[in-house]
Nanobody, 124 residues
Framework: QVQLVESGGGLVQAGGSLRLSCAASGRSFSNFAMGWFRQAPGKEREFVAAISWSGGSTAYADSVKGRFTISRDNAKNTVALQMNSLKPEDTAEYYC?????????????????WGQGTQITVSS
């Protein structure tokens, strides 16, 4: 099993920045592709960003492309999401997710392991 714990959420003004971190434990993290998803009240959980096991391949939702950056440190078993130029529509619960395959995907069902989530609120 893999345990994922997110941190770094909070309240920020529009235009500001936040950095989320996800710490993994339990199994060899370097074999996992990792992703970030988010869920706003009353909406489905949606893909935000993903990264391959090596860090050499990334994917982003169109809504965050150019503003968010996903990265990972396999030595520390962590994956991060740097969020810049935040907008009120980025307000959501953000979840870290892992899949035991090297290639990242944008599909929620492809991820087996999930964190508990961290709340991001962007005020206008």
């Amino acid at each position: 099993q893999v345990q994922l714990v997110e941190s770094g959420g909070g309240l920020v003004q529009a235009g500001g920045s936040l950095r989320l971190s996800c710490a993994a434990s339990g199994r060899s993290f370097s074999n996992f592709a990792m992703g970030w998803f988010r869920q706003a009240p009353g909406k489905e959980r949606e893909f935000v960003a993903a990264i391959s096991w090596s860090g050499g391949s990334t994917a982003y939702a169109d809504s965050v492309k150019g503003r968010f950056t996903i990265s990972r440190d396999n030595a520390k078993n962590t994956v991060a999401l740097q969020m810049n130029s935040l907008k009120p529509e980025d307000t959501a619960e953000y979840y870290c997710a892992g899949r035991q395959f090297p290639r990242p995907t944008t599909v929620r069902a492809d991820y087996r392991y999930w964190g508990q989530g961290t709340q991001i609120t962007v005020s206008s």
